[in-house]
């Protein structure tokens, strides 16, 4: 939701907050800001501006702030509108607290009366604000002491960051529900909410768990619980180099996402086998049921993963949004499995979700791209995608990549419970070998998609149609295209669209249709038939030399012939790439577009 980054060390921190903030951009931008503990005078001095990063960079590239020790904050607007006085970091009534924040404190209101009480002014909207005053009225002569009692006192969920001028060589993470890590360096330490923002000083990382406060010095690093009582925590070595965390040469991190899918779906297939599948599946013989829930991109893969459950591992699934399957009765027991998606494992919706289930009876699986995420570690078991950091908003290298584990899951799963022989996944496996080769060949049509996007950027509706097993790539399909163009844009079932959105069809709206040559093919060739004979603008992704669609279609964009169950994987990647494109025609900013976060971290 939002970013923040810590620095302690012999560095001045002003240049390592921003290049932070930076790579945490895609968190959150609305407003942003840094507070330093100045070298000479042990005075803390905040500075804060509204709009991007390079708003902020630009207001303070002619001031001379010197200090080694910092916090950092991008914000995207959960309290409080964007303004400079809601922006992150948030000074204590005397000025000796600075804090950034990223989550929410349910209790906020109740805590802000209480300070007013006292006689606290308050400056901002924010809930944060209630945090640095409150240090600041409880603090007697100890940081931690006051920051560990006041952690009783909030509600909600928190990453936060503290320094102060009562104890000028600290630096304090915590975090309750909200992710942060800590960067491990050479004389300087750091905190931040994701990894990208330490890499460039560190690739050792500890990840906090939920309940643990950090306190850097220069030189050191401990962890306790919010008991006070000291962590052992192994340090992660990250293998992401900043090259990753960079364009790479593309536009945008979206498109060079897109355009990483043929390495990423093969670093997903190795990496699935390093996991042991075998001893989740020990644990797990008395599945009988398995829900899967997710939020946008992840629920579509969800949806996938149904059909291919279902069809080989025999077991019966339900698929619900988080945010509704957490609100309603729902039936679980020690035999239902609850299977979270979540690339970032940070979506509050679902984790919550599946918390409440857990708490309920239900074994939990997380399947996550982010190591040391807060659902890879609050699950039962976790299991990964191999993406290295997505950094545009939309979601696409994850996408595939989940359904690459969820495509593994399902066929180690019938092998398992002895639905499918061995050479059966052999056969199906050696298939998937050959699918990063098959999005390579779709990669290659890059320009021939992008002119056929350039003659669809006036449209102001989309639909996007498909049957069985691409149902769920017509729906990811239209989520793509209006979360980055801003285009209204309806995934629907093929078969569905004769009861009522049929009425929609006229020559000012484009239909996409996702037609390989499978098992329904039939069926979707007479929807697009009614479709043409009302004039709707038809395009169509169809399976390669399909002459039958091409002459039906305006436009075709051919993919490689694969197996029926697995077009999924590739069927996707010319809706990726319409939607990159006509957004970008647009103009539209397609890394960070408006209203959105990379993740969603309140509900
Ligand atoms: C996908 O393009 C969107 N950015 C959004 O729907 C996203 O898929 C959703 O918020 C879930 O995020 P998660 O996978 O990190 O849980």
């Known amino acids: 939701m939002c970013g923040i980054v810590g620095y302690i060390g012999e560095r001045n921190a002003v240049p390592v907050l921003l290049y932070g903030l930076q790579r945490l951009e895609y968190r959150g931008y609305d407003s942003a800001g840094i507070a330093v503990l100045e070298k000479e005078g042990n005075k803390i001095i905040v500075e804060k501006q509204v709009g991007k990063i390079k708003d902020l960079q630009e207001y303070l590239w002619n001031k001379k702030i010197e200090g080694n020790v910092g916090i950092a904050h991008t914000r995207w607007a959960t309290h409080g509108p964007p303004t400079i006085e809601n922006a992150h ?41 209630v945090i640095a005053h409150l240090i600041e009225d409880e603090y007697e002569n100890n940081l931690l002491e006051t920051i560990l009692k006041i952690t009783k006192k909030l509600e909600g969920a928190y990453a936060i960051g503290v320094i102060s001028t009562y104890e000028p060589d600290k630096l304090i993470g915590l975090r309750k529900g909200s992710p942060l890590i800590v960067g491990i360096g050479k004389k300087e330490n750091l905190i931040a909410s994701d990894i990208p923002a330490v890499l460039e000083y560190t690739k050792d990382i500890i990840p906090l768990d939920d309940n643990e406060i950090a306190i850097l010095s220069k030189d050191n690093v401990e962890i306790l619980d919010f008991n006070g009582n000291k962590k052992e925590k192994k340090i992660l070595h990250v293998n992401w180099d900043i090259s990753i965390a960079e364009k790479g040469g593309f536009k945008h991190f979206m498109q060079k996402e897109i355009h990483e899918q043929p390495r990423t779906i093969a670093d997903t297939i190795t990496g699935f086998s390093s996991q042991d599948i075998n001893k989740i599946f020990s644990n797990l013989e008395n599945i009988n049921r398995i829900i899967i829930v997710a939020c946008g991109t992840s629920y579509h893969a969800g949806l996938v993963g149904k059909f291919w459950i279902e069809k080989y591992a025999k077991v019966p699934v339900e698929v619900d949004y988080a945010s509704e399957f957490r609100y309603r009765d729902y039936i679980v027991d020690k035999n239902t499995l609850i299977f979270g998606i979540s690339q970032s494992g940070e979506t509050a919706d679902t ?28 699950s039962d078991f976790v299991l990964y995608t191999y993406c290295g950091p997505e950094i545009g908003v939309a979601a696409t290298k994850t996408f595939t990549a989940q359904l690459v584990v969820l495509y593994l899951f399902a066929l180690k799963l019938a092998q398992f419970r002895k ?24 990669l290659k049509k890059d320009e021939e998609i992008k002119n056929i996007a350039y003659d669809y950027t006036k449209a102001t509706d989309f639909l996007f149609l498909a049957r069985g097993l691409n149902y769920p790539i017509a729906l990811e399909g239209a989520l793509k295209l209006k979360e980055i163009s801003y285009i209204h844009a309806e995934g629907y079932p093929a078969g ?38 009302r004039k709707g603008k038809i395009i169509s992704v169809a399976t390669s030399n399909d002459n039958v669609i091409k002459e039906l279609s305006d436009k075709t964009i051919f993919i490689p012939k694969v197996s029926d169950e697995i077009y999924p994987l590739i069927s996707v990647i010319p809706l990726q790439l319409l939607a990159y494109h006509i957004a970008t025609f647009l103009g539209k900013d397609v890394d960070q577009p408006r209203n959105l976060a990379k993740t969603v971290t309140v509900e």
């Open 496 to 533: 569905e669209m004769k009861h009522g959105p049929i009425a929609l069809i006229d020559e000012n709206m484009p239909v996409v249709f996702v037609a390989p040559k499978d098992y329904l093919y039939e069926k979707t060739i007479s929807n697009i038939q009614e479709v043409k004979a």
């Open 419 to 442: 639905k499918i022989s061995k050479d059966e996944f052999d056969k199906r496996y050696r298939e998937l070998l050959h699918i990063p080769t098959s999005v390579e060949e779709i």
């Open 89 to 129: 970091p948030h000074l204590s009534q005397k000025g000796t607290i600075a804090v950034v924040h990223n989550g929410i404190i349910e209790n906020y209101l109740e805590l802000k009366n209480q300070l007013q009480k006292k006689g606290y002014k308050f400056q901002s909207e924010t809930d944060t604000e």
């Open 351 to 378: 984790r919550f979700a599946m918390l409440d289930a857990k708490e309920k009876g239900a074994k939990t699986l997380a399947l996550v791209n982010v190591v040391g995420s807060s659902l890879s570690r609050e």
